[in-house]
């Protein structure tokens, strides 16, 4: 039998009658011949709620218990799955994690998974069974802990049993409809995209669009598995959501996919700092020590051999990496007159795999900036991203202005 896997998001589980839905659909493709593997979320909330238990009994806790006590919530979802498609009369069990057994790394709360052996489950297909509800967000360790793989990880699980299965597909059912070109709450005129390549969704997914979690982007595009993300509220067609797919199968031919925001950004700078070989290495060692993650990276031009240094990183980061500087500072490291932080911006990205074949387009996502007097204080490009920071008061306005600029309501 053909195998799909079917992921059902914290929304789609949030009530028994939504399971019920949700079973429903599953059950649809049983009919349709196909031995599912159905992931699940918590109810929408509940991992929520399970996080602050933890918080609030213990300030320092122990993250093999704050796994194992978040990880309940998908135990939940999984068994009551379970239960509702055999009302159905359709054949089925719920596995958690540990049963199959899907095995992570120790890293606790931000496991990886090593490994998913296919035996168990697939005795039980051999056996009759039409379903494995499988807990998604949860592992073991080698340790024989219960592991979780980090917020929004029942994608990753999703995609990991594709991969392992060999799975025809993969969807994704959320509560929006696929993948937009922006974000719609922010700008009314964008368009859901039929197809969009892994590499633009993995750039869009950790530029903050959360549809999906990065880490599931990147397994689907390691192990290429047909990604598809629904939505769990409307009817389906073969054409419903977005799929993800390999870049040859995307036929759009727009130079930029969609527009990306993030307000979680603040900017640094170090001002007057020596311009010779090793500075760079001085300033951005000690920041990587101190687990600040830096994005973007400007240096100045020099003047009488001192320069300014810019960089980026997350807000929640900036007293930190404050305090690294000072501390190399104090070391005789590194020397600088002054510390700036500037946490009132955001970085607006346009992302497009056409990119590479288009010229110009980094200059017209300048021009439609100047046109709404938007000033630009930081730039990063890769192949298939232009990046910039900008007052965080012009964020929707740049991500309006760069939609209608590439003419993002069109299909390319
Ligand atoms: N329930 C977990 C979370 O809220 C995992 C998931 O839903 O993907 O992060
Ligand atoms: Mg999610």
Not at 16 to 43: C, F, H, Q, T, W
Not at 289 to 314: K, L, Y
Request: aromatic share 6%; with cysteine; glycine share 8%.
């Amino acid at each position: 039998m053909p195998i799909l896997v079917m992921k059902f998001g914290g929304t789609s589980v949030a009530t028994l009658d939504r399971i019920r839905r949700a079973a429903k659909r599953v059950g649809r493709e049983v009919a349709n011949g196909y031995d599912v593997i159905v992931i699940v979320s918590a109810m929408s909330g509940e991992t929520n709620k399970l996080v602050g238990y933890v918080e609030e009994t213990s300030h320092l806790y122990d993250a093999r218990e704050y796994d194992a006590v978040v990880s309940s919530g998908e135990n939940v979802t999984a068994g009551l799955m379970a239960l509702t498609l055999q009302e159905m009369d359709v054949p089925a069990r719920s596995w958690q994690g540990w049963q199959v057994p899907l095995v992570t790394t120790s890293a606790h709360a931000s496991a990886r998974i090593e490994e998913i052996p296919t035996t168990n489950i697939n005795a039980k297909f051999g056996e009759g069974m039409k379903v494995a509800v499988v807990a998604g967000f949860q592992g073991i360790s080698p340790e024989g802990r219960i592991t979780t793989l980090g917020r929004g990880g029942s994608d990753t699980t999703a995609v990991a049993f594709a991969a392992a299965f060999g799975a025809e597909r993969c969807d994704i059912y959320t509560d929006v409809d696929g993948v937009y070109t922006t974000d719609p709450r922010i700008c009314d005129k964008a368009r859901k995209l039929d197809r969009i390549a892994f590499e633009e969704m993995l750039e869009l997914a950790s530029l903050g669009a959360k549809v999906l979690q990065t880490r599931s982007v990147e397994l689907a595009m390691k192990y290429k598995v047909r990604l598809r993300v629904l939505s769990s509220f409307e009817e389906q067609t073969d054409e419903a959501g977005t799929l993800v797919c390999d870049e040859e199968d995307v036929m759009e031919a727009n130079a930029v996919a969609g527009v990306a925001y993030s307000k979680d950004e603040a900017k640094v700078t170090l001002v007057s700092v020596a311009d010779r070989p090793g500075v760079s290495a001085a300033i951005f060692g000690p920041l990587a020590e101190a687990g600040v993650n830096v994005d973007m990276i400007v240096q100045n031009i020099s003047e009488e051999g001192r320069t300014d240094m810019t960089f980026s990183c997350p807000t929640n980061q900036v007293a930190r990496a404050a305090q690294a500087m000072n501390d190399a500072k104090d070391r005789g490291e590194i020397n600088f007159h002054d510390l700036i932080s500037d946490t009132n911006v955001a970085k607006v990205s346009i992302v497009g795999i056409g990119m590479r074949s288009h010229a110009g387009v980094a200059a017209r996502m300048f021009q439609a900036l100047r046109d709404e007097n938007i000033n630009i204080k930081v730039i990063t490009t890769s192949e298939i991203k232009v990046s910039v920071l900008i007052d965080r008061k012009y964020m929707e306005l740049a991500v309006q202005a760069l939609h209608d600029a590439f003419e993002l309501d069109k299909a390319g």
